[in-house]
């Protein structure tokens, strides 16, 4: 994993010191990689439960920075960000700071309400995400190819726009500046208005019959994948973003009421090219989305195996691998409950695939090729 | 892979031979399971390419019968069924008929009409399927731990069942009786619904901004991703379970609405209350759907435990684990690559989670609450 500066780096100097103030699953991903890239990081959170499990999954120490960070970090619900912004800005004199909520527009104008100093502040939102939460789910490379915008305001001094800059290049993402109504505008198409459509689909399946429920399959389960999410958190969001959200649901609810006219009318015909025509358009919106960045880089190799369901069986195949000097990288198990076996992927590095193949073989599991 | 009969298996009897209509992916994909099952597979499709992928692929062979098949599997467009079925059943008087299309009731009026032989028929419907299409696609574990319905009539013979029934234990699915009416109630809630709401998220991304397009992440993706679907099957399917379909699509219109006019209205708490309703009702309807092979999510307790990233180590682990007696259900590992440390979760027995915990506490590793 590339740590350092590379040749088109600005200098080291930006980022040497960085509080991040919320340790859930963004803040800590934030600081697992700002910590692996050199940069000295501090850690806060109201829950000490959370900070000591990001401490101990090495994102940063617990204790207070010995000075003005150069950069403090805002991972915080957008509700809260003015105040704490506040109140931080008070502390540390000389720091910038930045935020990484998923509204950009309204924390704005909260922060200029409050006659906070817009020099040393620029909006940040870190298009990524897991639909799991909290600092053991932090990933250092979350943010890896993904898009990070950053709104800066007319009044944003240079140097806190380079540090948030140097932030983002150091979790490997791509820097994008846009206006915080031109960045809403935006995730109220590719993220609001999908969270939306998601929710109304679940919501059918609450009160439905467990015998139709039970033959939901793959498609429905991706439809409705983001329905999980936690609802206080997206009320916040889908509130906060409620007139540039509204553009997108009402352009919905028009095309969904053309379509139940004409299902509903005599005409199988008009049903039929009306239907079509939907998903035809469904087809070529799809085509439009970016090809799969962010997503980890898929470069290991996976060696299925087929296992007995008792207790040990696992231990026995991490040993061997172990004694095959092959570290097991990533792991799944499919298995159906009340089945005697089931099947163990073990993700690898490409090379040692092979070499983990043979020792399980030559130990007698039936590894499938 | 099994192959044979179990000691709950039918006879063997059962099916002998069988001809497949329609060598797409699904039809291919049944033919892969009844081969490797040990029936003598024929394959029939108008486009001679598909079959000949179908046999090299081998899935059977592209020869005429040379005698009446057991049965025959219509692997055919829901709207083609009808025909097809009149003239297989004029060419194999002895042979019993199934079909796989995802709407079973305008299917059976068809056949009920044209006076067919009802006793050798069962409407039938696998839930299971890949974005993929065509031979080259297919698998033979498609059906594996998927529900398989079949809608038998009231005229439908035993033997007919009987063999549509060992059709579908070959398969490996699950068999679920239904009437051709509840099946397409079920389809119109967890396929064609989820399809229309896809299609119409989709719809909205075509003429969209590249910028506002370009922040689209993997939550607009799984919404979106059936969106692809191919247009001229999916009208067939959509218009021909219409009036279950928009019984669906009415509820979601009635959320849509109700939703919209909170969030276009002067009071931010009821539009909160309101989006909070959703999205947990939307929590609640997404946790009902089945985990992953058809099951019910089983209620595991996680451990998660902070554990060093070198070989062996996760051995350890699981040995420990076995040592104290405790079956890991699943296991997965959130790691960064790069970083030193990772967290393993640990799926066991809600009781085995406080003996598991204290084990791997006493050697050591540092297990989080």
């Known amino acids: 994993m590339t740590t350092g500066t590379t040749p088109s780096s600005p200098p080291a100097a930006a980022l040497g010191r960085v509080l991040v103030v919320g340790t859930g699953l963004m ?20 829950d000490p439960a959370a900070v000591a499990l990001a401490v101990d999954l090495g994102a940063g120490r617990a204790e207070e920075p010995p000075a003005d ?16 912004l506040a109140g931080l800005q008070r502390l540390y004199p000389s720091s910038s700071f930045t935020d990484i909520a998923s509204v950009k527009a309204r924390p704005q104008t909260e922060v200029e309400t409050l006659g906070l100093d817009l020099t040393r502040f620029v909006g940040g939102h870190p298009l990524a995400g897991r ?10 490379d979350l943010f890896e190819g993904r898009p990070w915008v950053l709104t800066p305001h007319p009044s944003t001094a240079p140097a806190t726009l380079q540090r948030a800059s140097d932030l983002v290049r150091r979790c490997r993402a791509d820097l994008v500046l846009m206006s915080p109504q031109r960045h809403d505008e935006a995730v109220a198409l590719v ?30 389960r991706d439809v409705t994948r983001v329905a999980a999410s ?21 352009s919905v609810a028009d095309d ?42 898929a470069t290991y190799a996976i060696v299925p195996v087929v296992v007995p369901d008792r207790p040990g069986e696992l231990g026995r195949i991490f040993a061997a691998a172990g004694d095959a000097g092959v570290n097991v990288e990533d792991v799944s198990i499919e298995h159906s409950p009340g089945q005697p076996v089931g099947l163990l992927e073990l993700a690898v590095r490409p090379e040692a695939a092979p070499v983990l193949a043979e020792a399980l073989r030559r130990r007698g599991w039936a590894v499938h090729p």
């Open 131 to 140: 639909e799991r939460s909290g600092a053991g789910a932090a990933r250092a």
């Open 256 to 297: 969904l009421a053309a379509l139940r006219a004409v299902l509903a009318g005599a005409a199988p015909d008009d049903a039929a090219a009306a239907v079509t025509d939907l998903l035809r358009r469904g087809n070529a919106g799809r085509a439009r989305l970016p090809g799969k960045h962010g997503s980890t880089p």
């Open 69 to 84: 960070p150069d950069l403090v970090v805002l991972a915080v619900p957008p509700r809260a960000l003015a105040d704490a």
């Open 230 to 250: 936690d609802p206080a958190l997206w009320t916040e969001i889908l509130t906060a973003n409620a007139p540039r959200l509204l553009g997108v649901l009402d």
């Open 27 to 46: 803040g800590t991903s934030v600081a697992l990689a700002l910590s692996e890239s050199g940069v000295a990081v501090h850690l806060a959170d109201r």
């Open 191 to 220: 993220s609001h208005a999908p969270q939306v459509l998601a929710s109304l689909m679940a919501a059918r399946l609450e009160q439905a019959d467990p015998e139709l429920v039970g033959l939901a399959g793959q498609g429905v």
